[in-house]
């Protein structure tokens, strides 16, 4: 029987300003990060990273408008959604696909902890290996950096931002806004 892979979300919100929020299914929650200028496929450039607060593994479902009053209101689209494998670097620059998935949780889970996590997303817009890593001694604590490893699907001058269209329902930002009315 093949195992249920973990699942990723990044779901575009325009809050107080416009971010992606990036959230990996590990342990049963989705710990989440806000990257402000969206998640590329180009590998030469780093994605600033804020962890926040773990989310629910259902809310990777929700795409609509936040009411106002809320934490985070506004409107909420899913981005990108899929699968991902956790990896570990067996050598620099040589990363190891973990199939397992109670296997691959723990690698992640202990990753979290130690502020690096690798692994490769199976997206309708994002593909290939990443990793996220916490900027130890410079920036905010809650700072992170998301990186696009060097493979098959690196994209130079990949901007999220270019790819305005829900991977569940189509639609833009503006068209999930304009049909919850407040």
């Not at 990036?22 to 990257?35: C, D, K, Q, T, Y």
């Amino acid at each position: 029987m093949k195992m249920k892979k973990l699942v990723f979300v990044i779901q575009k919100h325009e809050a107080t300003s416009l971010h992606y929020d990036f959230r990996l299914e590990i342990g049963g929650v989705m710990p989440s990060w806000a990257i402000p200028k969206g998640p590329t496929l180009d590998n030469t450039k780093k994605r600033l990273a804020m962890i926040t607060t773990d989310h629910d593994l259902e809310y990777r479902k929700f795409e609509g408008v936040l009411p106002e009053g809320s934490y985070g209101a506004g409107p909420v689209m899913i981005w990108d959604e899929g699968t991902y494998i956790p990896e570990i670097e067996i050598s620099k620059g040589v990363r190891k696909a973990i199939e397992d998935r109670a296997e691959g949780e723990k690698v992640m889970e202990e990753g979290l902890k130690k502020g690096e996590i690798k692994f490769f997303l199976e997206g309708e817009k994002l593909k290939g290996s990443f990793a996220l890593v916490k900027t130890h001694g410079f920036g905010p604590k809650n700072a992170w950096l998301l990186i696009k490893h060097n493979d098959e699907f690196v994209e130079r001058d990949y901007d999220a931002n270019d790819y305005s269209k829900s991977a569940k329902s189509g639609k833009s930002i503006e068209q999930i806004k304009s049909s919850h009315h407040t």
